[in-house]
């Protein structure tokens, strides 16, 4: 059921605890999730976004008992992508006339998932609604995450609709950032950022520094996703300025896919030798067929360098590291270092491969890397903590 953010504003989406995977199976979720809608009641009626399909009769049938669905006047569709307008086609079918404004890439989309020609209004940077007390003005924010994404802005409540933008996926019963563990939410909030707006990163610096151009000002954010950011909601928009500007901790993570626990050992030999020569950097090691790939992600994200390993098969790598490095290569990580390791019994390919899926993510090869024979014995393992004390001083 909704609830009410102020005296004009009134969630009206959906919870889903259950949720454990997004895109597809692309986005790990281990928290749930929330798709946001909101019901703007001035002296005209407006729906912000609505929920993913498998909910749209429950959102349909909730929103009735919010409001007559016929006092709809305005429905504001921040982005097409199927977790918010997936209820559209429900709604629709009650409120056919009904005007929905949205960028002139938001018909598209909106049109490629549902085939219909509903009565579009699109909008554009700048563009006001008059809803009475308040405007609704409508700001593009193109590739944040998709061309079609935007925010929408309602004036004297200062309240920022940011759509995708400043989510995450985390479901409470609480809803609002004052009001749920801190720790918890930073981190899913980072994990959003890592896996979904990495890319976009230089277009998230210059849409802020936009928006902090037009000196408005923001009480509330209510993103699309999650919680509500009302306690110091700028916050997050100055995280996501660190986020976007090639963000890095003091952190070497080893990445690695092992099949007789060879490059397991050459892993563990390699954090030893980073230790000795570095007893402050944080070292962190995940084999990538155990650990889920946006929590990798996420700390690759988080990484200063990275050791990708993998032993060599089929003249190859294993398929969780290709899987890895292809998901990193498409993220566009800045400012990061890296340099590959692995076993072989044979004909040693790995460490190139690797090596060349290093440069097509953009991470700097520090080295050519360091490949072992057979299962490392102690002089393989003593050239791997070698190679880890000089990984650090090269960086
Ligand atoms: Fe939450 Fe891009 O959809």
């Known amino acids: 059921m909704g609830f009410t953010i102020n005296d004009k504003v009134t969630w009206v989406g959906k919870i889903d605890w259950e949720l454990r995977n997004f895109h597809g199976y692309e986005y790990s979720v281990d928290r749930g999730s929330s798709y946001n809608s909101y019901l703007i009641r001035d002296e005209k009626t407006v729906l912000i976004d609505t929920v993913w399909k498998p909910f749209a009769k429950e959102f349909v049938e909730n929103l009735k008992k919010e409001v007559d669905l016929n006092e709809i006047d305005y429905i504001v569709m921040n982005h097409g992508e199927i977790d918010h307008s997936g209820a559209l086609p429900e709604l629709m079918q009650e409120i056919p006339d009904t005007p929905i404004y949205c960028t002139a890439n938001g018909i598209k989309s909106i049109k490629g998932h549902f085939h219909e020609d ?26 944040l995450h998709w ?14 609709f940011s759509n995708d933008a400043f989510g995450q996926h985390y479901a409470s019963e609480y809803m609002y950032n004052d009001l749920v563990d801190p720790d918890e939410l930073y981190s899913e909030a980072m994990k959003y950022y890592a896996n979904i707006l990495n890319p976009f990163s230089r277009l998230v610096t210059r849409k802020i520094e936009e928006v902090v151009k037009l000196d408005i000002p923001i009480d509330m954010i209510c993103p699309s996703h999650g919680i509500i950011w009302r306690k110091d909601p700028l916050q997050i928009v100055e995280q996501y300025m660190k986020w976007a500007q090639d963000y890095q901790e003091d952190q070497i993570t080893i990445i690695y896919d092992t099949m007789w626990d060879g490059t397991r050992r050459m892993a563990e030999a390699l954090a030893e030798g980073i230790k000795e020569a570095d007893d ?6 995940f ?11 996420t700390e690759i994200f988080k990484s200063k360098a990275v050791l990708l390993g993998s032993p060599t098969v089929n003249g190859s790598i294993l398929t969780s590291m290709a899987a890895i490095a292809d998901l990193a290569s498409g993220l566009k990580f800045k400012n ?3 340099a590959a390791f692995g076993t072989y019994g044979w004909s040693g390919e790995s460490i190139k491969i690797l090596t060349q899926h290093l440069e097509d993510a953009g991470f700097e090869v520090v080295n050519q890397g360091i490949r072992e024979l057979w299962n490392p014995d102690e002089s393989a393992l003593d050239r791997c903590r070698e190679f880890g004390r000089k990984f650090v001083q090269e960086l």
């Open 147 to 160: 061309p079609d994404s935007m925010f929408t802005y309602m004036t004297n409540d200062n309240i920022l």
């Open 280 to 285: 402050r950097v944080n070292i962190k090691l």
């Open 287 to 297: 084999n990538t067929s155990k650990t889920d790939k946006n929590n990798v992600i």
């Open 118 to 143: 509903w009565n579009f209004i699109p909008v554009k940077t700048g563009d006001t609604l008059n809803i009475g007390q308040n405007d609704l003005v409508f700001v593009e924010a193109r590739m």
């Open 336 to 338: 990061k270092k890296g």
